[in-house]
């Protein structure tokens, strides 16, 4: 096996290191973030680091990097208080990398990709309509992580949309029903496939 210390890591080349650290944590979800200006600019931008953080408040997470450059999603995102979450699927992985781009504040995501804008009842965000689950979220609070500036963005459920092929019969969603994509890295897109599903764990008597 390939042997890394920390010494290691601190001497490797910027690419590298980014391209190693970031994979391998393993596979992590793909969604795109919709937000909208005060000045009504749309932005959509793709994020790998959102997480469950409870059902009861069904409650989110995910990481923004150092605000030392102009974060349109944080900035909109506190300035109207909601965001979107848009997932992912095969044919798209090129329209959503491309959101990676940093482009300025004046030109939206949607106008540069084949994403369309779709407006709903609860939220000012805006979602994407090719999206198979959507998901409406209010700002709710942030934790700056010291250790590298980055920012915990804690958002609240308010309106979940979900295809209808997705969707079992116990609540749980099949995300292979329709290739949702997850991300490896920075930049490898891939389809997981599922191997099977098991019932809650107890202790073996």
Not at 49 to 65: C, D, M
Not at 178 to 195: C, H, Q, R, S
Request: hydrophobic share 35%; net charge neutral; with cysteine.
């Amino acid at each position: 096996m390939h042997y890394f210390n920390s010494n290691d890591l601190d001497s490797l080349s910027k690419v590298y290191r980014l391209n190693l650290i970031n994979s391998i944590t393993g596979y992590k979800s793909a969604n795109l973030i919709g937000t909208q200006s005060l000045n009504g600019i749309t932005n959509l931008a793709i994020f790998s680091s959102v997480i469950h953080l409870g059902s009861n408040p069904a409650l989110i997470g995910f990481v923004l990097r150092p605000t030392t450059v102009p974060r349109h999603t944080y900035s909109n995102l506190k300035a109207t208080g909601c965001f979107t979450l848009n997932t992912v699927t095969k044919d798209y992985i090129k329209d959503a990398h491309q959101t990676s781009a940093k482009y300025p504040e004046e030109i939206s995501e949607f106008d540069v990709t084949n994403f369309s804008i779709e407006h709903k009842r609860k939220t000012n965000a805006p979602y994407v309509k090719e999206s198979p689950i959507q998901i409406g979220c209010n700002y709710e609070n942030e934790y700056h992580i010291k250790e590298n500036n980055t920012i915990l963005i804690i958002g609240s459920i308010k309106e979940l949309y979900i295809s209808q092929t997705l969707l079992m019969d116990d609540g749980w969603v099949q995300l292979d029903n329709e290739n949702i994509v997850t991300i490896n890295g920075l930049d490898g897109y891939a389809v997981p496939k599922l191997i099977d599903r098991f019932p809650y764990a107890r202790p073996k008597s």
